[in-house]
């Protein structure tokens, strides 16, 4: 299958083309060509394999890398990348499940599409002659970040540079994001968030340039491992068709999911899995108090706007790059309403919802997965599936005071939070590329 960019104005390109791009020629983002209806034949083998969710995953992507030079990999790339359960949840007294996605190295879904995209550009890597490695760079606010180190840590073909601003995500964040020896490197930015986009976005347009490799070469050098990246969102397809068919197998009713969104990449993942023919009836966004999408739903126009700070800091994104993949799927507004919803929900409902979910579900969320769990309380139809996109001790300082006790850290998380750390201060607007270059010497 090829993937277009939304401004038509790039070739089309194949998956492992587009995953070292990161961005389309055009500044576009790479989407599908088209949406093939999953047929009744692969519909009845998925179902046979929703035990083994890396078998299910391999089988469900493969048209994607029909003619790809990574198709003979999928298998193994699903196998390594998935090397942890997802799970759908019942909820005791309700018909509404959850759906964990936090069960990998770093406690958050973001470890599924930076796994399955770094065993990807290892593969693609070792096939170039050239065995000089690939620079990935991520600016981040916390998760991204964190996800992106620990599926690339260890892989000598790509090296890692990740930006974060200094004193701007919490302790447990930065322990997180600078646990790192080896190929992945991490500098902690004097400025904010947009400074570290800056100087990644700087990067790309002037790529360093090595002898006679010609200029396209030399920029495929450097990728992005940001959720532009389709390399990260194809994969999560992959949960929304499994979590949809369980759902179905175990209630016989289709449902809806109610996605914590921030970038939008994991609600264009759930509308893909819905464009694709499986049983997801319903998606909505849900938001912090950055409310641009829902407010493009009430109102029709699109206005991006400076981002706030929230208790679900992950979400804090004023202008979301991935709407952009929607207004490619969907011709208008009202053609998107029957198929997706949005709703914003500040920051005292979020303490409230945890609070709710502790005493009536008995589970305990993260300040994301609670925006959804908000949600989904005003909501009608009893089937759907509440997105828990990260676990709750990352974020013991909201999460412990409202609970009033410890949430245990999961193993692998405790692993990495035990890790000595290396981190290197540099100033906004320095040359990444240059203090990367450094670090190696
Ligand atoms: C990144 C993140 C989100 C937002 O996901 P998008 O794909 O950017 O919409 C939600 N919850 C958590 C925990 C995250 O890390």
Known sequence: MRLVSTRAGAEPARFSEAILRGLAPDGGLYVPERFPRVSAATLAA???????????????????????????????????????????AAVSGSP?????????????????????????????????????PRTVLVATSGDTGAAVAAAFHGRPHLEVGVLFPSGGVSLRQERQLTCWDGNVRSFAVRGAFDDCQRMVKAAFAHPPRSGDEPGSATAARLTTANSINIGRLLPQVVYYAWSALVYQERTGEAPGVVVPSGNVGNAVAALWARQLGFPVRHVVLATNANRVVPDWFDTGEWRPRPSVRTLANAMDVGDPSNMERVFALYAGRDDLRDHASAASVDDPSIRDAIVRAEERWGRVLCPHT??????????????WIVVATAHPSKFPEVVEPLIGRVVPVPPR???????????????????????LAGERA
Request: charged share 25%; glycine share 6%.
């Open 413 to 435: 998380l405790r692993a990495l939070l035990d890790r000595p750390t290396r981190v290197r201060e540099i100033d906004a607007g320095a040359d990444v590329l240059a203090e």
């Open 96 to 132: 509404t499940a959850v759906l964990e996605l936090y069960h990998g190295p770093t406690a958050a879904f973001k470890d599924v599409g930076a796994r399955f995209l770094a065993g990807c550009l290892d593969r693609t890597g070792s096939a170039t002659p050239d065995t000089a």
């Open 370 to 383: 609670a925006t959804a769990a908000h949600v989904r309380e005003r909501l009608g139809s009893p089937h």
């Open 46 to 88: 998925l179902r046979t394999r929703l035990d083994r969710f890396d078998a299910f995953a391999a089988l469900l992507l493969r048209p994607f890398f029909a003619r790809d030079p990574l198709a003979d990999d999928l298998q193994a790339i699903c196998s390594e990348a998935f090397d942890f359960p997802v799970t759908l």
